[in-house]
Each structure stands twice: as structure tokens, then as C-alpha cells.
């Protein structure tokens, strides 16, 4: 299982961002997949999560109406679409998928700072 994010950088407060989530190694139709975040000094959280299908989703309070999670089964990949930034969103952002054990990608810095 190969997990491998892009999509992270700088951003002022109320700009937007897109990740992505390349995924290899298993059949990633088959799989819900997840958004997970990590700030300084903080424990790992889940942001959004998709079903296999990308029919049914969730957020974290937090994120609700400023994030959304989308699939490509074709593509094997995963998103995050980030809009109306806040600075709290700065973390290190993870893709994750459970398969018998949790997987997890090296992550993508996203900093939301004027």
C-alpha cells in the first residue's frame, strides 16, 4: 500500500487549497478513505472521510461547509478541497486508508498564515 499527498503550501486566510491522494497497492474502489491532520503540539484528527463508492461522507465540526471530500475511483485518488482557510487549519495534512491496519501517507504541510 502506497499513500502519496501533494497539494500543500502557503495560504493567506480565506484562500483555498486543494490535496490530493495518490493510492497504489490495493483495489481503492474497495476502500473508504480519509483526510487526517496534525498541528503542532496536537493529536492526529480525522478531517473527512469517504465511503467507497464516494456516496456517503463526514467532517469534523470544524471543517463542516468549508471542506469537501471527493473521490476518482478511476484515478485511484483522493481529495480535499480546503476553502475560507483559517489559520487553525495549519497542520500536516495525512491521506489514510484501513485495510487490516491503518496506512498512512508522509503527509503535506498546509500553513494558512497573512
Known amino acids: 500500500v502506497q499513500l502519496v499527498e501533494s497539494g500543500g503550501g502557503l495560504v493567506q486566510p480565506g484562500g483555498s487549497l486543494r490535496l490530493s491522494c495518490a493510492a497504489s497497492?490495493?483495489?481503492?474502489?474497495?476502500?473508504?478513505m480519509s483526510w487526517y491532520r496534525q498541528a503542532p503540539g496536537k493529536e492526529r484528527e480525522l478531517v473527512a472521510a469517504?465511503?467507497?463508492?464516494?456516496?456517503?461522507?463526514n467532517y469534523a465540526d470544524s471543517v463542516k461547509g468549508r471542506f469537501t471530500i471527493s473521490r476518482d475511483n478511476a484515478k485511484n485518488t483522493v481529495y480535499l478541497q480546503m476553502n475560507s482557510l483559517k489559520p487553525e487549519d495549519t497542520a500536516v495534512y495525512y491521506c489514510?486508508?484501513?485495510?487490516?491496519?491503518?496506512?498512512w501517507g508522509q503527509g503535506t504541510q498546509v500553513t494558512v498564515s497573512s
Open positions: 497497492g490495493f483495489t481503492f474502489s474497495n476502500y473508504r
Open positions: 489514510n486508508v484501513h485495510r487490516y491496519v491503518d496506512y
Open positions: 469517504t465511503s467507497s463508492a464516494g456516496d456517503s461522507t
